[in-house]
């Protein structure tokens, strides 16, 4: 049988989306220069001394967001996203403090870090490794969505604000900026500190950090994001439990609110629209999906490439369908529900 090929985001590219200091507020077109403007076409174009090599990230994004925070504490009296100055966007449960105020998600902080995972589920206190500390102030709240108020604060110190803002940029994307534009002095001091802090999250093993910059040296954003999927058990940690349950006609399936609204249109704009979901919440911080129109059978190919981004070999386990005629009915069933719902999943 001829392979199924599928073709859709990756998983980094999604929740590079939903980075909730970047996306739905005044930075946004400041800092779309995170990822290098230089595309595959502009090869006729002498590019910009120090410009990174296109489909890479640049640092310049983010020095850019820490000089308007600090503009706009000098003028106003408060940073970007201090409590108060603006809404934080896709459903930010955390405030990150060091040197400037940055939401972020508890969701991803406890997936991609044990380290973090155990400091969350204890509700408060400190960490310290190698000169960085790791302070948690918590709040308790209903849910990353429904909850109105104060959010905990994770402070993090003993390192550079930029260095804190570009390892944040790795736990989303499983990818590290380029470090252009910083002088020798500056990106020496920028490594060092990242070192520090990955090695303070547990994660000193995932980034090669050299003279000549850093990079990821084991990939394991799908793999976490997988694993996330199956804590849904009496003794997984509070910070993994899922918040959104999806009923189909023959079963219920446990899910989390920014890993749908990172994958999917449709979900991203039924959980950025408040008055879709306030009432909607239940008391323990969940809310159900009626979905009962779909069914396992075809969701489960579905749901495999939300939290995996499996591409190459989504199609391969068949040992179900008995013919090609079934084959192309579950295709086309596939497609009906990312076209319906607005997923980037072309089979």
């Not at 940073?79 to 969701?107: C, N």
């Not at 709040?139 to 905990?152: D, E, N, T, V, Y």
Request: charged share 20%; glycine share 6%.
């Amino acid at each position: 049988m001829k392979e199924v090929k599928v073709e859709g985001n990756i998983l980094g590219v999604d929740l590079r989306d939903v980075r909730p200091w970047i996306s739905g507020s005044s930075m946004s077109e400041a800092t779309s220069v995170v990822q290098a403007v230089r595309s595959d076409d502009d090869e006729d174009i002498d590019a910009e001394p120090n410009m990174p090599p296109a489909g890479t990230y640049s640092a310049r994004g983010y020095i850019d967001l820490l000089s308007r925070d600090k503009a706009s504490r000098k003028s106003i009296g408060s940073g970007l996203f201090s409590a108060g100055s603006l809404e934080l966007k896709h459903g930010a449960d955390i405030v990150i403090q060091s040197g400037m105020e940055i939401p972020a998600h508890r969701l991803i902080l406890a997936a991609r870090s044990p380290v973090l995972r155990r400091l969350l589920d204890s509700g408060s206190g400190s960490i310290k490794e190698g000169g960085v500390v790791l302070t948690l102030s918590s709040a308790k709240q209903r849910s990353s969505l429904s909850f109105k108020g104060k959010r905990p604060r994770l402070t993090i110190t003993g390192i550079q604000p930029l260095s804190v803002l570009l390892f944040l940029h790795f736990l989303y994307t499983d990818a590290f900026p380029v470090l252009d534009t910083l002088s020798f002095t500056t990106a020496s001091a920028i490594r060092r500190d990242v070192g520090l802090v990955a090695a303070a999250f547990g994660l000193g093993d995932s980034l090669n950090i050299g003279a000549s910059g850093i990079s990821v040296s084991k990939p394991s954003l799908s793999i976490d994001m997988w694993a996330l999927f199956f804590a849904n058990t009496p003794h997984t940690a509070p910070s993994l439990r899922p918040d959104v349950f999806l009923a189909l006609s023959d079963r219920l399936i446990a899910c989390h609110s920014l890993i749908l609204r990172a994958r999917c249109l449709f979900f991203r704009n039924f959980f950025d629209e408040e008055a879709w979901t306030t009432s909607r919440w239940t008391d323990d911080g969940t809310i159900t999906v009626d979905m009962t129109h779909m069914e396992w059978r075809v969701m489960e190919f579905v749901i495999e490439w939300i939290y995996m981004g499996r591409e190459a070999d989504l199609f391969t386990r068949l040992d179900t369908i008995e013919s090609v005629q079934a084959l192309i009915d579950l295709i086309f069933d596939v497609m009906a529900i990312a076209v319906r719902h607005l997923f980037s999943l072309n089979p």
